[in-house]
């Protein structure tokens, strides 16, 4: 029997430790925003096509417009500042206590990040540490809409789509 080790790259071994860690595919965190109060910056270069919140597996749950309307005003406010309306819905986390960095990302008219019909959200183009990350409200994977906490659809043809972090 041969008791010999076979070696292990260091590269690997660490690769392989970091999977089990909770930073594991992490690329943003929550910090102060010049577009609006908090938002999401890139903790470290995101390549185009990945998607950024991994692990993020909270569901997302509807909830009919009219259950909120005569809500007291602070908690009706979670709905319009964090929601998803569609349809005469809000799409949201099934608790406001599960907030992901997701539900921060402000506004820009010039995204950097997309959204799949899953909710998946991945980067549109590469991605520098240190940026700010953001959607653009005004489409709900490519169809226009007036609302609140919209994602954007890339139209770009020349993009082949987000690509699953491993």
């Known amino acids: 029997m041969d008791c010999r080790h076979q070696p292990v790259s260091q590269t690997k071994l ?12 992490v690329y943003v965190r ?4 010049k577009i609006h109060g ?3 910056k890139a903790i470290r270069t995101i390549k185009r096509g990945t998607y950024i919140f991994s692990g993020d597996a909270v569901p997302v749950v509807w ?9 007291p005003r602070e908690l009706a406010r979670l709905y319009k500042d964090f929601a998803i309306l569609r349809k005469g819905k809000y799409g949201c ?3 406001f206590n599960l907030l992901t960095p997701a539900w921060y990302l ?5 995204p950097n990040v997309g959204c799949d019909e ?8 590469d991605i520098k540490r240190g940026t700010e990350l953001t959607v653009d409200y005004r489409f709900l994977l490519g169809r226009r809409a007036s609302l609140r906490r919209m994602v954007y659809r890339s ?7 987000p690509q699953h972090a491993v």
């Open 38 to 40: 908090v938002g999401v």
């Open 118 to 125: 899953n909710y998946d959200f991945y980067a549109l183009k």
């Open 93 to 95: 986390p099934p608790s």
């Open 30 to 33: 929550l910090a102060r925003s």
């Open 14 to 25: 660490k690769n392989s430790i970091d999977r089990h860690l909770p930073h594991h595919n």
């Open 63 to 71: 909830i009919s417009q009219t259950s909120v309307k005569n809500l």
């Open 155 to 161: 139209e770009n043809a020349e993009f082949a789509g």
């Open 106 to 110: 402000n506004c820009s008219r010039r």
